[in-house]
């Protein structure tokens, strides 16, 4: 079985502040790890993911996550935030060779205030 | 352009009515999801299917109901059984690899269905 926790519900940043929106995982196989990003009244927009290559893994609009095996933690992270950057966040688990494949968090609301 | 379509992006069901939800990719993705987004909750899986012909319940299946008639499309039925059909619902498609490994999950834009 997977789980995902996400840790902080609402997590607030200054613009130009460091972004770090945490995730824990459990999984009984070597995991795939992703994480989304949902603007409001839109779908979920995959912003990077790791499948056991790189544990620092560079996605789109400047985020970054790293996957560290000894703390089952794969925390997304951006040097300075932006006010586009408002929006919720999702991480997810994967077991690839499952065929329901992904598990969620219950989602990160980032506000960037001015 | 490649990508996945639902419609409509607005519903309304009165009660005892079912509603269908359109689904459609033209990725040439095997697997496709639906799931459905309530606030706080994350995303809660309700059906997915690895080929045409063939689907399975997720973890609120109940209420539901599903075909996968082409590779494109998987429509979702929310039926008069659903009690709390209020929420956004998002589908998911993915390539399957040999092996029967997955690949990404791309999600459409979503439905919000509204009870009248």
């Known amino acids: 079985a997977q789980s995902v926790t996400q840790l902080g519900s609402h997590v607030s940043v200054s613009e130009g502040a460091l972004v770090l929106l945490r995730c824990n995982y459990s999984?009984?196989?070597?995991?795939?790890l992703f994480w989304y990003v949902q603007y409001p009244n839109q779908g979920l927009q995959l912003l990077l993911k790791y499948t056991s290559a790189a544990t620092l893994v560079k996605g789109i609009n400047g985020f970054e996550a790293e996957f560290k095996k000894s703390e089952t933690s794969f925390h997304l992270t951006k040097p300075s935030a932006h006010m586009s950057d408002a929006a919720e966040y999702f991480c997810a688990v994967s077991d690839p060779g499952s065929a329901r494949q992904l598990t969620f968090g219950s989602g990160t609301q980032l506000t960037v205030l001015p | 352009d490649g990508g996945i379509t639902q419609s409509p992006k607005y519903l309304f069901r009165k009660e005892g009515q079912n509603v269908t939800l359109s689904c459609e990719q033209n990725l040439n993705h095997d697997a496709m999801y639906w799931y459905r987004q309530d606030p706080g909750q994350g995303l809660r899986l309700i059906y997915y299917?690895?080929?045409?012909?063939?689907?399975q319940k997720g973890d609120i299946a109940e209420g539901y109901s599903v075909s996968r008639e082409k590779k494109e499309s998987f429509p979702l039925t929310v039926t008069s059984a659903q009690k709390n059909p209020t929420a956004f619902y998002l589908c998911a498609s993915s390539l399957v690899r040999d092996r029967g490994l997955k690949e990404t999950q791309y999600f459409g834009p979503g439905t919000r269905l509204l009870v009248l």
């Open positions: 999984s009984s196989v070597p995991p795939y």
């Open positions: 299917s690895q080929i045409v012909n063939d689907f």
